[in-house]
């Protein structure tokens, strides 16, 4: 059974993750990228649908012992996870090495006291789960082979099959270290080398300490923001600077409902507040990579942006539900692809365009491309800013004209406007002022509430949405002004659960038909965290430090997010860990460091 979504550890390559329970189990691994199939899918099914456990040896019929204690090593994506046992204390220490050839994870067991009884048990199951592979030696190696891929597992340990099942059963002494890796490679190539699992580790803890000395953060929340800069490098695919939403699918926003997505490709609206906060952390590079691969996807055709891309830049990512998988905690069904990809929502050319704006204004080399891009998305939304549209949740109900979407239609244009007067590009200078007044004027006028003296989600709604938390923040208005600050408290009133954290909008009462879908969620962690920042810019900054460190608590042991809190059942849900929860981690504590609303 799989454990709780906060009771994952998170590995990877740049590439691909995998996800380690705290007894020891990788639940999820999908090779050769985030987006292959899982060769160990038992996280959304059951153990039949493929794991690898590596711990002390319990009992048949036993749950397996969780970690008395685990945590990544320094700042890096080395997992170790310590047992004590009655005959010992035993580490393993987890981790995926950058890569250079084929995709490997590597578990380096090290007796640290005593002589503990140790298990490895490895349950390779091909296409999430379904496929059973040939599990043959070859060499002295043990391969599984299933169509076109092949994963080749090495270990010094001495290895038995059993079940379906390869196990490993040895004891470890203090001091004594024992290896295990495992290694994809297309079924039809050469054997990959053999792995060096001593060497890799020294490497990969090299290349961690390397990549995080480029941080320009020090401020009183530096382990939290840390934490999340690995985090998001961790989601970036190397070979293209594409950034992933979450490395996982089909974790339940609602235990036990239909809310359940597949988030391994990249939104343009997380990686475009992704890229903002790197760049301001000192991180020029990813922004570069991830500026060349948007320059990629949208090629030719910014008529038809989407709001989303494969890693690659793919634009097909139909959807399908692999209807062999029970689902997390039997949250039904199990989604790949995302047929959102379609979908109109207007405010993704702001978060693309602010994006190339921050990075423009903060010296990124300038590509002529980018700029030519951003005109065409203006003269894009010139003709379509009008028009209804899914918004920034990817509602499945009828399209709205949502105030969101229109203040970001606005941050386009106004971002344009600017890039203009700096002199580096041309364009209708009069006319796109006079767009920009009006789209201001539209919004204001159809998008607010006088009597209630708040915006509200949708033009002609009476209900609320957390993304207008936004409007203050990339100054649509001022802070001070009192239509923000009643939106602010209006949301307050209205989106707050009972500890304070924040609903992206109702899914009950009027509001129920919105999204399409039935069933609740949880409190939306980024909304949470707008709040905070919201909360400091109108001078409420020590509201926003309390509920900034309240949020900062929810986060699991080793620092980790998924999208959503659920208040009823206090626990984490949604796809873990997730972007669209650490960025704005990152940005708040910018926010609260830059105003010294801070404790100690």
């Not at 067991?109 to 592979?133: C, H, K, N």
């Not at 919105?514 to 909360?535: I, N, Q, R």
Request: hydrophobic share 40%.
């Amino acid at each position: 059974m799989a454990g709780r979504i906060e009771d994952y550890a998170l590995i990877g390559d740049m590439q691909t993750a995998a996800l380690v329970c705290r007894d020891g189990t990788v639940d999820w691994l999908c090779l050769p990228r985030f987006d292959s199939h899982a060769i160990f899918a038992g996280l959304l099914g059951t153990e039949e649908h493929g794991f690898w456990r590596l711990g002390p040896a319990h009992a048949a019929g036993s749950e397996p012992p969780a970690a008395d204690r685990r945590s990544y090593r320094g700042d890096s994506l080395i997992l170790e996870s310590e047992w004590d046992t009655p005959r010992g204390t035993v580490r393993v220490t987890d981790f995926m090495p950058p890569r250079d050839g084929a995709p490997q994870v590597i578990r380096v067991v090290e007796g640290v006291s005593g002589r503990v009884p140790m298990r490895s048990a490895l349950r390779m199951r091909f296409s999430y789960g379904r496929i059973v592979p040939w599990v043959h030696r070859h060499e002295g190696r043990t391969v599984a082979v299933a169509g076109p891929d092949s994963v080749w597992f090495d270990t010094p340990a001495k290895t038995y099959g059993k079940s379906l099942t390869t196990y490993a059963d040895f004891t470890v002494a203090a001091g004594e270290r024992v290896t295990f890796t495992i290694s994809w490679q297309p079924s039809h190539k050469e054997p990959p080398p053999l792995p060096e699992p001593e060497q890799s580790l020294e490497a990969t803890e090299e290349f961690w300490r390397e990549w995080i000395g480029h941080c320009t953060y020090h401020g009183p929340y530096r382990e939290p923001v840390i934490r999340s800069l690995i985090t998001l490098k961790a989601l970036t695919y190397a070979p293209t600077g594409g950034i992933v939403a979450a490395p996982t699918t089909s974790l339940p926003e609602d235990i036990g409902g239909v809310r359940n997505w597949d988030y391994r490709y990249t939104w343009l609206r997380d990686a475009a507040i992704t890229l903002s906060s790197l760049l301001r952390t000192g991180y020029r590079e990813e922004a570069r990579a991830w500026r060349e691969w948007l320059l990629r996807a949208v090629a030719g055709d910014p008529d038809n942006l989407q709001i989303m891309y494969g890693i690659a830049g793919e634009r097909e990512l139909g959807e399908a539900e692999l209807d062999w998988l029970p689902g997390y905690e039997n949250s039904a069904p199990v989604r790949v692809g995302n047929g959102a990809a379609h979908q109109l929502q207007l405010d993704v050319y702001g978060e693309v365009i602010e994006a190339l704006h921050l990075a423009h204004m903060t010296g990124l080399a300038r590509n002529d491309y980018a700029s030519l891009l951003q005109i065409k998305l203006i003269e894009y939304l010139e003709k379509h800013w009008q028009e209804p549209d899914e918004g920034i949740w990817e509602v499945r109900g009828p399209r709205r004209h949502f105030v969101h979407s229109k203040v970001m239609a606005w941050v386009a244009v106004d971002r344009t406007i600017k890039l203009i007067e700096s002199g580096d590009v041309h364009g209708p200078l009069e006319r796109w002022k006079a767009l920009r007044d009006e789209i201001h004027r539209d919004v204001c006028e159809k998008g607010y509430d006088k009597e209630r003296n708040t915006f509200t989600q949708s033009y002609g709604s009476q209900e609320l949405d957390a993304s207008l938390l936004l409007i203050p923040q990339v100054g649509f208005l001022p802070p001070d002004d009192k239509r923000v600050i009643g939106t602010i408290e209006a949301i307050q009133r209205e989106l707050s659960t009972p500890d304070g954290f924040i609903l992206r909008y109702p899914t009950s009462g009027d509001n129920a038909g919105v999204d399409g879908l039935p069933g609740d969620e949880g409190a939306f962690l980024a909304c949470s965290f707008w709040m905070a920042d919201d909360l400091a810019m109108i001078g409420r900054v020590d509201e926003a430090r309390r509920l900034f460190e309240r949020l900062l608590a929810l986060r699991n042991d080793l620092g980790l997010l998924a999208e959503e809190w659920d208040p009823r059942l206090q626990r984490q849900v949604g796809n873990f860990p997730q972007a669209f929860s650490h960025v704005p981690l990152i940005d708040t504590a910018l926010r609260l460091t830059a105003s010294g609303a801070y404790g100690g």
